[in-house]
């Protein structure tokens, strides 16, 4: 297992419930908080961060979602912080780059899965359950997410859907191989990509079990390796989109985009919430299983790392 880091830097707090839980050993996933604040429409938002946590809980773990509220990071948010940031319109969407602005302005918002990756470390939580990761954007801006150097960085394992499907995923999964990420198949051969199973990108290996996973982390940790581990579970069958109609809004969604002249951040929600718009809803049902879903293995497999 990697190494319990240092106390947390200057302007994080970990909720009094959580650090007592992290010292006697009790099995705590950390959450991530863009898809609250930029990531679903409210009051959707709200709704699902509460089903969210409850998946962990229900699994036996304790929930850790992790956020900026004015200027100072939260890891843990009690009932009334969650509602705050969820209707917080003037929420900035925080990365790892983000956090001296946030904290220098006292501004709140919600953080990435770099940011996430970052604090949950940093409080010594193990397990990160997000919807699909940051990586290579499609086209010719050579835009990279944040989310990759934090994955090469911080050894967490990071349960998710693959990448999102809004990017270029043969190259994502070329940066992930080139900084020595691994990248699990929950009991799949093929990425997911996010809302759909795959087309046929291959994962770098294949695990069946919650047990299979942790033997995997400790070797990779054991062997000197210090990024994340990304466990890739499919979205479930019953709300996944075929992936030519996923293709099909994506395109009419970048068309999009391109005449608006978005781009940066504000990318990756504006797609995602075209690509709602353009299958009637389709992707948004996807994105709320796929997340709930991810969340329960990553509360199950933070009990199981910890034993019964």
């Known amino acids: 297992m990697p190494p319990r880091p240092r106390p947390l830097p200057d302007g994080f707090r970990l909720h009094p419930r959580l650090r007592e839980a992290l010292q006697t050993g009790e099995p705590v996933v950390a959450l991530e908080s863009t898809v609250i604040t930029h990531g679903l429409p409210r009051p959707i938002n709200l709704d699902l961060a509460r089903r969210m946590e409850a998946e962990v809980r229900a699994a036996g773990s304790l929930p850790a979602t ?5 200027g100072e990071v939260r890891i843990g948010l009690q009932e009334d912080l969650l509602e705050r940031l969820a209707m917080d319109a003037a929420a900035i969407k925080v990365g790892p780059r983000d956090f001296a602005t946030a904290r220098l302005r006292r501004l709140s918002g919600g953080t990435t899965v770099g940011a996430t990756l970052r604090a949950a470390h ?22 990279v997410s944040a989310d990759l150097p934090a994955l090469a960085q911080h050894p967490l394992i990071v349960v998710c859907a693959g990448a999102k499907a809004i990017l270029d995923l043969p190259a994502t999964l070329e940066w992930l191989e080139t900084y020595g990420i691994p990248v699990l198949g929950w009991q799949t051969d093929v990425f997911p990509e996010f809302f759909s199973p795959g087309t046929g990108l291959p994962v770098s290996a294949r ?8 033997i995997f982390a400790e070797a990779h940790w054991k062997l000197g390796a210090g990024s994340a581990i ?3 579970v499919p979205c479930p069958a019953d709300e996944a ?11 009419k969604a970048e068309r999009q985009a391109e005449e608006q002249d978005i781009r940066g951040q504000a990318l990756t929600p504006f797609l ?3 690509m709602a718009q353009l299958t009637g ?12 879903n991810n969340a329960r293995i990553a509360g199950e497999l933070a009990r199981a790392w910890k034993g019964p």
């Open 66 to 70: 992790v956020a900026v509220i004015e």
């Open 122 to 143: 940093a409080a010594g939580i193990q397990v990160f359950a997000t919807g699909g990761i940051g990586g290579v954007h499609r086209g010719a801006r050579h835009d």
């Open 207 to 214: 695990v069946e079990t919650l047990g299979e996973v942790r």
């Open 230 to 232: 990304l466990l890739c």
């Open 241 to 251: 989109i075929p992936a030519q109609e996923l293709h099909s809004a994506l395109i």
């Open 272 to 274: 995602l919430e075209a």
């Open 281 to 292: 809803g389709a992707t948004l049902r996807a994105n709320l299983a796929l997340l709930r």
